[in-house]
């Protein structure tokens, strides 16, 4: 996408900043996970601490006179382990990690400003954990930096930055979809009529956050068509890092600019489905800011 200047957001998901006093907004909460507190303390969800995983169950068929239940164990037999049950561990983790970048894209962490994880995590009605875990990943990914016994620092980027990654983009993409556009059938370009038609949708509801994934949806589609995963996955982490906002930014982007990256998507399939080469190449310069 071209870049655009962003800014503070409608709502804000708070957190320890590290100056200035005035409050963030209250975020939406992560929604509730059964036993999801359970998993973080290491407990399976609706059972009591201590009591066996078989309690209270039946003795099996055929089991000796005087034998001890299914799941119960003698004073020489130690008791089963409990599993931990990581799965919802994950999926925790996984809605925290949505949930920031979410939260980027919109503004709502700002750059330049710290936040800790025990405040997060309150916020978001979770435990530290699952929020710093999440933040180690963001770090990974260059959205966030490491400031030891503090937090989280919102990396600050530039306009620069962000025309840089625009242009390695434009490197990776443009090539591809002019060579998928002479040899992918026109039947199979219209089979992702439902996701250039979802970025519309997401751009006319005025949500970058929205809007930005429907917009990776589309773009990641069409370079799979071409079947190389790995440049379909680096262009993807690419185009993810060029929708975080830069630092100083005065708004957010809008709703009419949203639109009208959204119709060069229902142009550009058109063409391709069209098979027409020199509208496809006209069209993948413009949305990638004439490259």
Known sequence: MKPSAQGPAGTGIGGTRAAGPAPSPAPARV???PGAADADRGRVPGRGAGE???RGRAQGAGAPAGAPARGEHTHSEPPPPRPRPLVQRSSVRGQVLDALRTALVAGELRPGEVYSAPALGERFGVSATPVREAMQQLAQEGAVEVVPN???RVVERGDRELAELAEVRALIEVPVLLRLARTVPAERWAQLRPLA???VRA???GCPATYAEADRAFHRAMLALGGNEQLVRIAGDLHRRAQWPPAGAPA???RADLI???HEHTALLDALIAGDRDAV???VGEHFGGV
Do not use: I, K, M, Y
Request: glycine share 8%; proline share 8%.
């Open 31 to 33: 929604p509730a996970q």
């Open 52 to 54: 066996p995983a078989d």
């Open 150 to 152: 503090r937090g989280f």
């Open 197 to 199: 038609e979802a970025t």
């Open 203 to 205: 751009a006319s509801s």
């Open 252 to 254: 957010v982007r809008g």
């Open 260 to 262: 009208a990256d959204a």
């Open 281 to 283: 190449r006209a069209l």
